[in-house]
Each structure stands twice: as structure tokens, then as C-alpha cells.
């Protein structure tokens, strides 16, 4: 079964510190890996993408990893700010020849930092 | 640039009463489609998917149905809401060519619906 799965559920640091986010899948077959941020009773906001031949993406302080053969990414912020806090969510397209744009997402893990 | 619009943003509605949410996209032809719903502590699930007008796949049996009459307009109703309908829906597209593309989804912000 293909499952997506975000560990911590929620995540409380100091402002400044570095936020380290995980997230697994269980079948190294997918097209990419997306990260989103939902910030409360808002939309998906897409941070970044990684495609599959991709080991890594960057985007300010915000960096991505990808290891296909392990299925893991995880999300690096630095130097975290109050605004930062919200749920952030991955979600994996798989590779399957049915399953072009349908996402399975992770539960997300809600990140607080602290002034 | 490419935009998604939902509304309404905020519903709130009785048992058993009708629902029409809709969503469009602006700055593109020929989008895949997506809602996805959001219930209370459960994560995205996909609802229906649309490749074209009048093209519509469900994922999940429910009390929900989609169409799509227009290119860019796509709407998510029901003849009698139940409770358990209550979530936030997001509408979503992707564009209609190539794999890569197709993978890469744009939500909007969507709509929050309350059952009472």
C-alpha cells in the first residue's frame, strides 16, 4: 500500500533555531515530491518541488531533499521566524499510469516558532 | 500568469440542503482538475479529477459529484448534504500536457463547509 507519512505531528523551537521536517513514502516509484505550507483555514501554498531525478531544491531558506531509494525527504529551514509558523505538508505523486495528478499527502506536521 | 479561484470561501449549511461549490482557473486552456477535501484532523483526499469538459473520475464513493461544463469552471455539488460532508474543499489544477507537468498542482485557497 502507498502510504505518505510526516514525523514529528508538531514541532514547537525558538525562534532562530533550524527547523528539520521529515517525511516518508513507502514506494520509490513516484513522479515528484511537494512541499506545501497551510497556514490556518488558508490554501495549499507549494514551496518547493523535487523531481524524481532530483536529489535536492532550494529556494531562499527554505532546501529540500530527496532520497528516492530510502523514501525520505526532508525540509531544511534556517534561521526559523515566527513566521514561519504553520502545517507543513508533502505530498507524493507515484508512478503509476493512472495517477497523473493525484497527490497523496502526508498529515502534515504543525510547526510553532517562539519569539 | 496562471490563477484559481474558489468560491464561496465560507458555507455553512443544514442537513439534507443542496451544495454547488465552484472553482475556476484563468491564464491557461485545457487544465486537469482537481478537488481535494480536508476534514477535521484527517489529511487531503483526492474527490474527482477532470482531464477535459464532461470528463469526470471519482476516487471515493460518496454523497459528492463534480462537472466540468467549461474548459477553466469546475463544480462540486450535492442533491442533500450529509454531516459528514463537512471539511475544507480545494480546487486545484495541473497542466493538461506532458507527465511533468501534469504533476505539478496549483490549489486555491478554498472553501470551508459546515453541515449543522
Known amino acids: 500500500k502507498q502510504e505518505v507519512t510526516q514525523i514529528p505531528a508538531a514541532l514547537s523551537v525558538p525562534e532562530g533555531e533550524n527547523l528539520v521536517l521529515n517525511c516518508s513514502f513507502t514506494?520509490?516509484?513516484?513522479?515528484?515530491l511537494q512541499w506545501f505550507r497551510q497556514d490556518p483555514g488558508k490554501g495549499l501554498t507549494s514551496l518547493l518541488l523535487?523531481?524524481?531525478?532530483?536529489r535536492e531544491q532550494t529556494s531562499g531558506r527554505l532546501n529540500a531533499s530527496l532520497d528516492k531509494s530510502s523514501g525520505r525527504s526532508t525540509l531544511y529551514i534556517a534561521a526559523s521566524q515566527p513566521g514561519d509558523s504553520a502545517t507543513y505538508l508533502c505530498?507524493?505523486?507515484?508512478?503509476?499510469?493512472?495517477?497523473?495528478?493525484?497527490?497523496?499527502f502526508g498529515a502534515g506536521t504543525q510547526v510553532v516558532v517562539t519569539p | 500568469s496562471q490563477t484559481i479561484h474558489q468560491w464561496p470561501a465560507t458555507l455553512v449549511q443544514p442537513v439534507g440542503s443542496p451544495l454547488s461549490l465552484e472553482c475556476t482557473v484563468e491564464g491557461t486552456s485545457n487544465p486537469n482538475l482537481y478537488w481535494y477535501r480536508q476534514a477535521a484532523g484527517r489529511g487531503l483526499q483526492l474527490l474527482f479529477y477532470s482531464v477535459g469538459i464532461g470528463q469526470i473520475s471519482s476516487e471515493v464513493p460518496q454523497n459528492l459529484s463534480a462537472s466540468r461544463p467549461q474548459d477553466r469552471q469546475f463544480i462540486l455539488s450535492s442533491k442533500k448534504l450529509l454531516l459528514s460532508d463537512s471539511g475544507f474543499y480545494l480546487c486545484?489544477?495541473?497542466?493538461?500536457?506532458?507527465?511533468?507537468?501534469?504533476?505539478?498542482?496549483?490549489f486555491g485557497a478554498g472553501s470551508r463547509l459546515t453541515v449543522l
Open positions: 486545484a489544477w495541473s497542466s493538461g500536457t506532458g507527465v511533468t507537468g501534469a504533476n505539478v498542482l496549483t
Open positions: 514506494d520509490s516509484a513516484i513522479y515528484n
Open positions: 505530498a507524493v505523486s507515484w508512478e503509476t499510469t493512472d495517477s497523473w495528478g493525484k497527490l497523496q
Open positions: 523535487i523531481q524524481s531525478s532530483q
